[in-house]
């Protein structure tokens, strides 16, 4: 508690220049906080729905098991995929069927391939967003709090030669007041960064989940329709 009193006399002992960097690591802060929160509970989620997803798709057999199974995840991300891929195999199919052919060449099933890789990167750039602000934070936190900290000694030196004096009593509030901005541009970049690791860990174990559901619907495809 005392030393909780200490450093809020810190902060209110700063100057506008000081308070100001404050200001903006604590913005940054929240920021970090908001957007980990925000993609742990989404990855989750979508990690729930992919391990459901994976599971419902061994048992496909058919084109109509997979529209089952787009239906029965609906307004969810592996849902989103099938759908969407499905609809560009529609479309495929019912040109060939205009040039009279009822099964897939090599080229479709490539084009096809291409078309579900395409999404996976659509579905794994979705997932990053807003990621890039936590690495962000967690680099420039720090050098933020060291600005703080020059622009503190800088204005305690200042203070020193008003006083003409260079005891204790004299550089230790000004010192200590510089270094608490160094403190808390730590406190904000090295959560940052742990954050930015674990979900970037996350998005990659929910991208090697898309990958395995685009490489089964690729196989049910090309058992089905290639020619």
Known sequence: MIMGNAIWQLIAQ??????FVL?????????CWTV??????????????????LDLIKAMRTLDDMLV???????TMPGYFLSKNLSFLKSMIELN??????ELSQQDFELFQQHMYQTVDDMVYSDEAYVP???TCAAVSPLLGLFG???GLVHSFVRISEKQSADIATVAPGIAEALITTLVGLIVAIPALIMF???????RELEQHYNALADRVGFTIQRLLLK
Do not use: P
């Open 133 to 135: 602000l936590l690495s």
């Open 149 to 151: 900290t020059v622009w």
């Open 97 to 102: 069927k205009e040039r009279g052919r009822t």
């Open 14 to 19: 700063s100057d506008a220049v000081s308070k």
């Open 23 to 31: 200001l903006v690591l604590l913005g940054m802060s929240i920021a």
């Open 36 to 53: 980990f929160l925000y993609k742990l509970v989404l990855l989750r989620l979508k990690k729930r729905h992919m391990d459901k997803a």
């Open 197 to 203: 690791n674990y979900i970037q860990v996350r998005v």
């Open 69 to 75: 199974v787009a239906t029965q995840l609906h307004n």
